[in-house]
Structure formats: structure tokens, C-alpha cells
């Protein structure tokens, strides 16, 4: 592998060399941002006038799509985004092009928020870089600052217990005319892994073995489970999916009819957009449970990989460089995703003073420094509940609880039963 790395270094290198031009295909999965890209890449260009980028943009739902199939066909764009959700599965498949000698040579970690960056690794956390994280995102708990302050309740901080929440919970779930009927729950949740995860971290718990092959609900993540549970199904603090039917649920809490909610800093936009001037919000970090031990960060990347079967690794490491740092613009990153690279994230246009959560946003930035914990697989989709339809998932067991179809002790069996059969598909 190294001697055909070689190869491909000296063959790219001499190409440069004698001002032959080198055309690099590229593929990202945003037409949205079609135009910032096709900026960048002029820049680029000028900056290395023996380098031609062809950028195609794909909508989101068909990115993978098409991209496996020019797997398949060995005709891999040269560049292309990569997920922290399939980065192992084509790492595992020699699909990508190991980067680290690249990394080494080139790269000061010290200028990126580097500790998102191991889920990008093969094997995960210990071995070598397969793609290169140009933005990060974690998750927060939102919060209605107006309802906090009619409540009488002090905004949450960051040493917040589960008790303290409780009790916010509950004061901070109103029925505001009398009707009989709730018209501002205290939370809103259900099974989705950004509504719970960070739960079960911030309680010392976890999901999956160290070596990440065995599901596992430790006893520390089956508290955190039945803690939320309980906020639905025995304090009435949190509606059901039915009591919430035809609002996606996103737009939950912007709307008013929850006054805290756990979802990723990605949602900051359609906060604001949804809600504008009707009342004040915040962020904070989920609460510590009775197991916390320290604070942890919900946090994975999205990146930039090459193809191992580039005929110009040199060219496209250097344009892989460009595209996931310097050569991005704030306006690239909306509300909260976080660019990977520092000197972007603390520029003031991207803290965004002037709109809401104002100062808070900043949060993001100093959780972006903690432990990092995520728990991306392979069959990471089927084993949450988001592949096969025959398969429950993790999402689906705590729904079907919240729905009465299972006891609790039913949806954990299940779960970890098909988890298993998942993770021993793609890992014996």
C-alpha cells in the first residue's frame, strides 16, 4: 500500500512539475452551497495554475446514492465529502485513501478542533486518518429564556442537575388557559439519538463496548432512558409523539409549545427563522446526572475524503487542504455547525453577537475542547432504527415505550438483541 502511495506522489508531483495540467473531480453534497464552493475552487485555481477542479454538487438525498455507484464502478470522484456515519464502512472497503502521512507532514493540529477527528480514523480512534473534518457539530439543550423568567426560574447552568431540571420541568410545563389541556410542556423528546445520547454521556453511561463491536446499555445509560422516559409517561412533563402529530419536530420548541428540548446546534437556524422576535432563547449544556463524572461533548464531524484510486493524490491533498480550511467562508456555516479549522470559528461573523442565542454561542466553541463521545459503527442507521424496516432500532424501542406497545424492560431486550445481530454482520 505504501509503495503504491509512493507511486502515486511521484507521478502527481511530476506532473506539477512539468506545468502539465492536473483536473481533480470533486463532489459535495449541498447544491446550497454551490456558489461558496465555486468561489473557493477559483481561488484555488489561481493559486495553483497547473490544477483544474470539475466541482458536482448533489442534493443530499441523492449523494449517496450516486456515489456508491461510482464506487461500485471503480470511478470515484478524485475529492469528495465523507460522513461520520459510512467513513469506517469505506475505510474497511479501501475506498479511501489513507491520509496520515499527509496530515503529519503538513498539518499543526493545534490550529483545528481536533478532538472530533478520531471518528475518522481506521481502526476508529487508534488508527490512520482516512478523511479530514472541515466542520464539527455537538448537541445543546435549548431553552425558552421568556418562559424561564415568567416561571421565576433561574436560566440553566453548567453544573445543572437532573433534579434542577426537574423541577423546571414541571413549573415550566403550563396550561395557560384553563382548558384542561397543555399549552407549554417543560420538554420535548422522544427516541431520536440527537434527543438522547448526550443524556446518557452526561450520566457516565454508554451504548457500545470500548472496542465498539458489542452493544451495550450499561446501567448508567439505562437510567438516563428511564429518567426521560419518566418525564412523559409518569410526570406529564413532556408530550408523547402523538400529542405533538403534524409538527415536525424541529419546529417543537421554536414554536412555543416546549420550553427545553436536546437536539444538535445544527437547529439554531430554523430557531430563528421560525420564531424571529416572539421570545428569547438560549443554550445550554444537558444536565449532569447522579453518575456524572465529567462533562463530555456529543460531538462528530463532517469531512472531506480522497478516493484510494486518485491518480493525483499530491494535487488532491492540496486541494483537500483549501476546501475543508482556509478556503472556506463563515457564510458556509449556518447557525451552528462549527468549522474545524479555529481561526474561522473565533472570527466574530461566525459567533454572530448580534443575533440569537448572542453571547451563548460561544458555548459551542468551549464544548468543542471537552472529551469528545460519539458512537458511529458500522451499521450505525440499521441499529438506531433509521435502516432495514425490519429492524426496531434503538430510536424505535424507546418510541414504541413512549407509545404503551412495550414495557421497557420488552424495547431493551429487543434492542439489544438486534443491535447485535447488526454489529456481528460487520464485525465477525
Given at each position: ?6 507511486i ?5 508531483a ?9 483536473t ?7 447544491p446550497?452551497?454551490?456558489e ?24 443530499p ?15 470515484l470522484?478524485?475529492?469528495f ?8 464502512q ?46 464539527w457539530?455537538?448537541?445543546c ?18 453544573d ?7 423541577a423546571?420541568a ?23 439519538y440527537?434527543?438522547l ?7 457516565d ?11 451495550v ?15 412523559t ?7 408523547t ?30 430557531i ?39 491518480q ?27 468549522p ?8 466574530e461573523?461566525?459567533?454572530e ?15 468543542g475542547?471537552?472529551?469528545?463521545k460519539?458512537?458511529?459503527?458500522m ?14 432500532g ?15 424492560e ?7 438483541r ?7 454482520r460487520y464485525?465477525?
Open positions: 500500500m505504501k509503495q503504491s502511495l509512493l502515486l506522489l511521484v507521478l502527481s511530476a506532473l506539477l512539475m512539468f506545468g502539465q495540467t492536473i481533480l473531480e470533486y463532489w459535495m453534497w449541498d446550497a452551497f454551490r461558496q464552493e465555486q468561489r473557493a475552487i477559483n481561488a484555488f485555481e489561481a493559486e495553483n495554475p497547473g490544477i483544474k477542479v470539475n466541482m458536482t454538487a448533489l442534493e438525498s441523492d449523494y449517496w446514492t450516486k456515489l456508491s455507484v461510482m464506487a461500485a464502478a471503480g470511478r470522484p478524485d475529492v465529502n465523507m460522513s461520520s456515519g459510512y467513513a469506517e469505506w475505510a474497511a472497503d479501501g475506498l479511501l485513501l489513507n491520509i496520515q502521512e499527509y496530515v503529519e507532514r503538513d498539518i499543526d493540529m493545534e490550529d483545528y478542533f481536533s478532538g472530533v477527528f478520531d471518528i475518522f480514523r481506521y481502526p476508529q480512534e487508534t488508527g490512520p486518518l482516512y478523511a479530514f473534518p472541515f466542520a457539530v455537538t448537541t439543550m435549548f431553552y425558552n429564556k421568556d418562559a424561564f423568567d415568567e416561571a421565576g426560574i433561574a436560566y440553566p447552568t453548567d445543572w442537575t437532573w433534579d434542577e431540571f426537574l423546571a414541571e413549573a415550566l410545563t403550563v396550561d395557560k388557559n384553563g382548558d384542561g389541556f397543555i399549552d407549554q410542556w417543560g420538554y420535548w423528546w422522544y427516541g431520536r440527537a434527543n445520547d448526550q443524556w446518557i454521556y452526561q450520566n453511561g454508554d451504548l457500545l463496548s470500548e472496542c465498539r463491536t458489542q452493544f446499555l450499561d446501567d448508567n445509560a439505562l437510567e438516563a432512558i428511564k429518567f426521560l422516559l419518566d418525564l409517561l409518569v410526570h406529564g412533563y413532556a408530550p409523539i402523538a400529542e405533538v402529530t403534524g409538527i415536525r419536530q424541529q419546529d417543537v420548541f421554536p414554536l412555543g409549545m416546549a420550553a427545553m428540548w436536546t437536539d444538535g446546534v445544527w437547529n439554531i437556524e430554523n430563528r427563522s421560525i420564531t424571529g422576535d416572539d421570545f428569547r432563547w438560549g443554550i445550554a449544556r444537558v444536565p449532569r446526572g447522579p453518575q456524572w463524572v465529567e462533562d463530555v461533548a456529543y460531538s462528530w464531524p463532517d469531512g472531506t475524503a480522497i478516493a484510494s484510486t486518485t493525483h493524490a499530491e494535487a488532491a491533498w492540496k486541494f483537500l487542504v483549501h476546501i475543508t480550511g482556509q478556503g472556506k467562508t463563515i457564510d458556509e456555516y449556518m447557525g451552528g455547525k462549527v474545524s479549522l479555529k481561526a474561522l470559528a473565533y472570527d461573523a461566525w459567533l453577537l448580534d443575533k440569537q442565542p448572542g453571547e451563548e454561542k460561544g458555548k459551542i466553541l468551549e464544548w475542547t471537552l472529551k469528545i460519539n458512537n458511529f459503527t451499521g450505525w442507521s440499521e441499529w438506531r432504527g433509521y435502516g432495514a424496516a425490519e429492524t426496531l434503538l430510536n424505535g424501542a424507546i418510541d414504541a415505550v413512549i407509545h404503551g406497545d412495550m414495557t421497557f420488552q424495547a431493551i431486550s429487543r434492542v439489544t438486534e443491535a447485535q445481530a447488526v454489529l456481528d464485525y465477525k
